[in-house]
């Protein structure tokens, strides 16, 4: 139980749609990154805010896009949805706990199915 | 963002002592090695982390050479509950990059009774 949720926990559309996932981040920090991870891969770092701002984006085309909010909650929204788009999508959150230990802490993932 | 190099798979029985060794030549001054554990279907899950020599808590041991250009996580009498993939990762976690991290494919262990 790391603290961090993400809804919905799975997802069905098809191409061209559009699609919002949400992460609650762990109490205390501030820093929400985003990872897509296909089937037999590793996690693929998309983007990261903190403090409600972008802090670095990976090799993701613009139709990814996200929001952090005051409360340090995140949004990840997948414009043009293409069948390669089906992955679980991970949220991790870190950030000032009081004593940092430079670990991530991950939610369970949003599994997202294109048809 | 230093990538790292370790087997995609390993096998072991219950009770063993598994030893997965990651390669990390481009390792920065700045980063340090962590690695996490991820079962299907769940978010990984940080195992330990480490700058130089050993680091061990109550799950696993890190050992870092002098060079830092490999590391070895050491897993004492694993279980079943052990099989899982295991990713190395190299990066600054106490500064910005912090959460901006290069997975890569991992190893996936495997614990047969």
């Known amino acids: 139980e790391t603290g961090v949720t993400q809804s919905p926990t799975h997802l069905i559309k098809t191409r061209g749609q559009q699609v919002t996932l949400r992460c609650s981040s762990q109490s205390g920090h501030n820093t929400v990154s985003w990872y897509q991870q296909a089937l037999g891969q590793g996690p693929q770092f998309i983007f990261q805010?903190?403090?409600?701002?972008?802090?670095g984006r990976g090799n993701f085309p613009p139709r990814f896009s996200g929001l952090q909010f005051p409360n340090y909650s995140s949004e990840l929204n997948v414009n043009a949805l293409e069948l390669d788009d089906s992955a679980l999508y991970l949220c991790?959150?870190?950030?000032?706990?009081?004593?940092?230990?430079?670990?991530?802490?991950f939610g369970e993932g949003s599994r997202l199915t294109v048809l | 963002l230093a990538k790292t190099t370790q087997p995609i798979s390993m096998d072991s029985y219950e009770g063993q002592e598994v030893n997965i060794t990651c390669s990390h030549n481009n390792i920065a001054t700045n980063d340090y090695i962590t690695w996490y554990q991820q079962f299907p279907s769940q978010g990984p899950r940080f195992i330990i982390q480490?700058?130089?020599t050993k680091v061990t808590n109550e799950v696993a041991s890190l050992f870092i050479p002098a060079d830092r250009k490999s590391s070895t996580l050491s897993l004492p009498r694993v279980s079943l509950s052990d099989t899982a993939v295991y990713y190395c990762l190299v990066g600054d976690d106490r500064g910005s990059t912090l959460g901006r991290l290069y997975f890569g494919r991992g190893t996936q262990l495997t614990v047969w009774p």
């Open positions: 991790a959150s870190s950030g000032e706990t009081g004593k940092s230990t430079g670990e991530l802490f």
């Open positions: 805010y903190y403090r409600e701002e972008e802090n």
């Open positions: 480490g700058y130089k």
